[in-house]
T-cell receptor, first 113, second 116 residues
Framework: DAKTTQPNSMESNEEEPVHLPCNHS???????IHWYRQLPSQGPEYVIH???SNVNNRMASLAIAEDRKSSTLILHRATLRDAAVYYC??????????????FGTGTRLQVTL | GAGVSQSPSNKVTEKGKDVELRCDPI?????LYWYRQSLGQGLEFLIY????????KSGLPSDRFSAERTGGSVSTLTIQRTQQEDSAVYLC??????????????FGAGTRLSVL
């Protein structure tokens, strides 16, 4: 599986935007970029995904580099409830192997008042 | 609607005993996954079901671990002769279809297993 690299931790002030980076230099053309987050004592929660174009949803935005070797998850206004571990995951578009999510160590986001 | 439900939420057992963990996926989801998260470790994939069959069991750590799914719905993960290293949070997820890379997986809250 193609590997992702994320910073171990980041801090943000409440109400400010947060940019969470992810490097995936060995991404293949069929890999989708997924982001999940895990709040304390909960199961992971889907945030957003994309293939080539930037994506927006109610939770966040995903900015994908033109060469697709990196991406950035953008939380437009961080709240205390956004404190979680954020995982950047590549999913192979080949239907034979697309099943499982391979989680790395993620980025632990701390949000302070 | 109802999300993925797992039971029990907590299970304490003695070393050597067998345990069964249950997962009720979202209604209509054909794909079901088991993962586990050990203390201080990341999430690791265990097994994937599409309907009642398991095309990918590659993550099961030993033959003490088995899982089944019946009626394309409920799944049970069984750990025989539990060991202390089996202590972890076991997470279940479901998805409308498993082999589509853009499909979302919806996770339950997990079962925290403690082996004494």
């Amino acid at each position: 599986d193609a590997k992702t690299t994320q910073p171990n931790s980041m801090e943000s002030n409440e109400e400010e935007p947060v940019h969470l980076p992810c490097n995936h230099s060995t991404i293949s053309g069929t890999d989708y970029i997924h982001w999940y987050r895990q709040l304390p004592s909960q199961g992971p929660e889907y945030v957003i995904h994309g293939l080539t174009s930037n994506v927006n949803n109610r939770m966040a935005s995903l900015a994908i580099a033109e060469d697709r070797k990196s991406s950035t998850l953008i939380l437009h206004r961080a709240t205390l409830r956004d404190a979680a571990v954020y995982y950047c995951i590549l999913r192979d578009g080949d239907t034979g192997t697309a099943s499982k999510l391979t989680f790395g160590t993620g980025t632990r986001l701390q949000v302070t008042l | 609607g109802a999300g993925v439900s797992q039971s029990p939420s907590n299970k304490v057992t003695e070393k050597g005993k067998d345990v069964e963990l249950r997962c009720d996926p979202i209604s209509g989801h054909t794909a079901l996954y088991w993962y586990r998260q050990s203390l201080g470790q990341g999430l690791e994939f265990l097994i994937y079901f599409q309907g009642n069959s398991a095309p990918d069991k590659s993550g099961l750590p030993s033959d003490r671990f088995s899982a089944e799914r019946t009626g394309g719905s409920v799944s049970t993960l069984t750990i025989q002769r539990t060991q202390q290293e089996d202590s972890a949070v076991y997470l279940c997820a479901s998805s409308p279809q498993g082999n589509i890379a853009k499909n979302i997986q919806y996770f339950g809250a997990g079962t925290r297993l403690s082996v004494l």
